[in-house]
């Protein structure tokens, strides 16, 4: 008969293999387990926020209302989707918004059909990339294509530099995103002088705000709508986000990079001896990372209608990270998913709205968001220990 | 002698295995207590009760005939029950004297600021006590590992310790070390001090002890006075007799064909010169005790670490570079020693964790999605032919199973991927006695359809039963070999003890090679 | 662990920071424009001047000294406080809150920093120690609730502090030196003291080493924690205040904003291991220095402003890569090892043990 190993009799062992203590209790108090072990806890909670808070705020329930909140959904979905793919390995990236500041700026290079020298004289790029006729691809009718393709690969090279430093100096991701991002945000002012690039083509700031479908409610008075009263609702970022989110819900639970990926997060060492490509698989995820990074600046962009090295600064991270761990990714690793970011985000932008229509500062708002966080955190916890009681050994 | 420490039919369980079966002792004041038996015989888990690291199930202790029932370690410490682990426990980033006195400096002035003085005094004493000449404002991270056990013991001294439990001080000591700890030893005695004393070098522990109490499968099988044992006895009673039979019959013989060829695989300080030969079909066990370097020969074979010399040959071809996924490539499998840490994704469910070596097989076209049905197939398919039991194996986490189920998921996520080569660490640590008999039958199929497998494993019985050879290893050497017939537990305990019939200093220089 | 040679590598990783800083001071002294020196005919370096090197320190001490003082002895415990920026907006706005209405004196305002800092931290530390959230998650939250608190109570507009505020700014101390600077060295001794003499701060290092060992050697490892998480609030609250004097009594929402990380990559820099146990003030102070040092070298170069943050980026990117490196070096040599082994060290040991 075999013993286990005394280091396994240390006290931090022993409380792992307690007995079994089985559901028990009240039938209300397992109800109450139930709801908050459910996948579907933070869609319940967002759709009891959104109700009663439409309840006490009538604006909220204005059509229009809701058509902007969904539209404001869609880029951050984006990077949410990347930062979830990152906590889902144990890591985090921090530069993520710098990433959508610079694609925002080197896209705009590309595309600019006219640059104002007074803006941008100094600029290093005067003279090469950016002239007064504009950037590098002005007027071209490949400028938009190859503006975005452009804007995609320096995310994901960003990504790919992220990936390089953590796995191959071992170094920290909270440290390594950090600097980049801190690097990448300098980077981009440069470049633009603080400046925001503005002559963006039309097509591109489709891709932004462009409808595919929109609905309009009420009567049909005159043959002229105001454009106010047209509902985006199927719209380029929609499609895009929403593409997006099926195609990394597919890599993540129906590819052999997903299974690696969770197991990674679970457990690296045991997953490396398992044959287990470590390395290969976090620097595909930073790229992944700067990708999304990247595609969310397309719509932010074209959205607002200029390149801005300033995009994604401010609480747009902590806006991500929390809608991700509402979301149900753990910020430990091995846990999480689109699905759960997806509604994460939703009730993000919803608690945002809310705050917004009680027309509290915008810094209020994000005291509320950081409490809302901290809860989050412990809700995490409070449902890891839950799950680690019942399945005890 | 006046009884300091009195065991009354203490009990302790794991999971419902027995680690420690009614056991009762007491030991006296400055008499030293020798605790010998194999690894998982129980000793370990009997002085963590002592030492208040884990809680007996049944039964009572009495400290100067006082009941003695400590809820944590630290219990034990003020007691006076001073407990030296094989695994230090100082801050390597902290002075001697501080780590001394981390808990209880003394101070001074109004603002309470540590006397540094006072301390340097203190620490001179305890340290010349143990004959430690170093200064007691040297860093931890800067001394030897039997410096740091020396003071380890000052601290117990320091602690006004009445009873002091060593737990194999000697692994990573010098020969010259190693004296002077026997010297201290010596004195601690004279002081009155009671001594546990555990070790495998049985001829230490016949030196050092005035009782010498073996342990087995959980049960003291006997408590004499050292004088009245000789180490034949102390091994026969350390390997005793099993009465049922534990191992299938072994159904066919290894081939001469090598398989796997390890050539003077060395790195300094860890394993040195090791050479040997897996055939296709033959079962090589791998004996030594804990800490001897199997775990890290292993690990170095399979790629999980480096080494700093040697070859690996596959199936005649060089290894260059050896890394688990070369390892696998080359159709070797690793169960590790420790399934929670290395082997397992505890928190995955169990279809997920056996098709992780092999999840590249399941992946179609390009984007490697994974055929979940074949995926699901397979796993379940293999879970069945090891006899897994379980729930849903798509649904069930492998934490929630059981040690024996565990440890089958785990071979069963190997088998998947078809290797060749099996090396298994400790396979059947913390199962239970049907579960063991299951994982040797599977064993014996896998040599039986032409795979070599290692088996590294402390425990002698399970690989006298189950093996054709076995090497024995002892301090980063191979230090026997043994073939089926010459199969006898003592001789090759005496190997692995390294008792030859040469004065202990040699043999802890590793000038001693071959029986 | 053996005792190794003297390896120039490891001395090199060991005291990299050093290192560092005598370059750049070098560097940027030759390259910095020259100044005549009275009437001497030596042109002299302006990067070198007395004056120069007062503002360095000056900067260093308001920017991520004080603070980075504080973040040691939570990056010692292998944890981190993002909330430092925060606190120290908060901190000075309910000051200069009080001040505006209360008329309060300098001293007191002061005083109502540093409590508002420490009550902060008090925070951070209620949340890491008694919720068990962890320090990085904790201290983000309040990051952005602290700030947003500091905005409410100032309804976004910029303080103005009473004049007195600027008048104590600009204090000399015995004439010579800046107020920064006494307060950023009462500061770093404070510190050091605590660290090196007292009990807790050596259970600090213990903690940062290995917490299991910690509390089974009997260490309260949940006071300590809460301790560290306090003094950087206190750190903050003070840093704060200091900071708002230099910049003439006014602030502004953005105020504190990122000093977090200027107070990280002063204690990295300064040799503090971001996985707990290893670090100290004065290493710090050298990592404040040094990044100030680059800002103002740059500015003296008429190196274009925009690329100084990239400069500070990459220094701090050094800076963790020698940590990682350090960390990998004590980690081989903390290993167990088997057999002993055969190196010339200690073979010549044996030898001096006549054995």
Redesign the interface.
Known sequence: MSILDDRLS?A?ALSQRQATKPRSGPPIRRAIQDFLLSDYFVLYLTLFFFITAAIFFPSLRNPGNIANQLQNMWPLLAVAIGQTFVLILGGIDLSVGATMGITSVVGAIVMAQTLDPSFFDRSPLWGTLMRPEGGVLAGSEWAVPVGVVVMLVTGTLIGFLNGY?ITR????P???T???S??F???A??LT?SRNISGLPEAFLNLGKGDILSIYLGPKLTSDIARRDILSFITYPFVISVGLAFISQFLLSRTVFGRQMFSIGTNRRASEISGVPGKSVITRVYMFSGFCAAVASIMYSGRIGFGQPSLGGG?LL?DV?GAA?IGGTS?FGGKGSVRGTFFGVAFFVLLSNILNAMQL???????????I??LA??ID?TRTRLINREQRV | MTSLLELHNLTKAFFGIAAVKDVSLSINAGETLGLIGQNGAGKSTLVNIVGGVVHSDSGHMTLNEQPYTPRI??DA?HAGVAFIHQEL??????TIA?NIF????P?MGV????DRAKIKALTGELLASVGLDIPSDTYV?????GERQLVEIAKALYQDASLIIFDEPT??L?A?ETERLFAIMGQLRAQGKAIVYISHILGDVQKLSDQIAVMRDGELVACEPASALTIKRMISLMVGRSIEQLYPKRTTSPTTDPLLTAKNISA?????DISFTLHKGEVLGLFGLM???RT?LARMIFGADQFESGEIVVEGELVRKPSPRSSIHNKIAFVTENRREEGLLMSIDIANNISLVSLPEFARSMLQVIDQRQMFDSARETANTLQLKSGDIRQQPVKSLSGGNQQKVVIAKWLLSRPSIFIMDEPTRGIDVGAKYEIYTIIDRLAAEGSGVLIISSELEELIGMCDRILVMS???IYGEFTREQFQDERILRAAFREQDLPMMSVHD?QAKRD | ???QPFNVFRFFLNNSTIFLFIAVFIIFGLSSPRTAIGDTGIDFPRFWLPENILNIIKQAAVFAGIIGVGMTFVLLTAG?DLSVGSNMYLSVVCAGLLMRSSGLEIVPALFVSLLVGTLYGAFNAF?IVR????P???T?????????????LT??QQIDFPERMNAFGQTMVFGVIPMPIVMFVLVVLAAW?ILT???FG??V??V???I???K????NTDRNLAMVYIISGFCAGLAGFVLASQLGGRVD?SFGETRE?DA?AAA?LGGTS?FG??GNVFGTVIGAMLIQMVGIGLQFNLV?L?????A???I??LA??FD?LRE?N?KK??R????????ASSEAR?AD?G?
């Open positions: 240390s931090h430093a100096f071992n170094l920290a909270f440290m390594v950090l600097v980049t801190t690097f945000a300098a980077f002012l440069w002088q609480n902590l990270i761990v910020l500062s915008p810094f209020v708002i994000d005291a509320v968001k950081g409490v966080i901290l955190a412990l916890i | 370690p630290a410490q426990n100082l801050f390597t980033n902290l501080e981390i808990s209880n400096f101070r603002l309470r600021t540590i991270e800067r001394i030897s590992p692994t990573s010098t010259r300094s300080g860890i394993v040195e800490g001897s370097g890290e301090r980063g050497e590793g | 662990m053996q005792k981190i949340c919720l068990k959230i962890i990085f998650m904790t983000l939250a309040t990051l952005v609730v602290g700030r947003g608190l500091g905005t409410a309804s976004s003291f003499q007292t009990q050596r259970q290092y213990a940062g080493n290995d299991d060992v910690a089974k050697a009997g260490i929402r990380f990280i990295v971001l146990g290893v274009n925009y690329l100084q943050p990239m500070r980026a990459f701090i990117f963790i890569f990682s990998a004590y040599l903390k167990r090892f088997i057999r002993p082994v055969h190196s044996a043990a054995d």
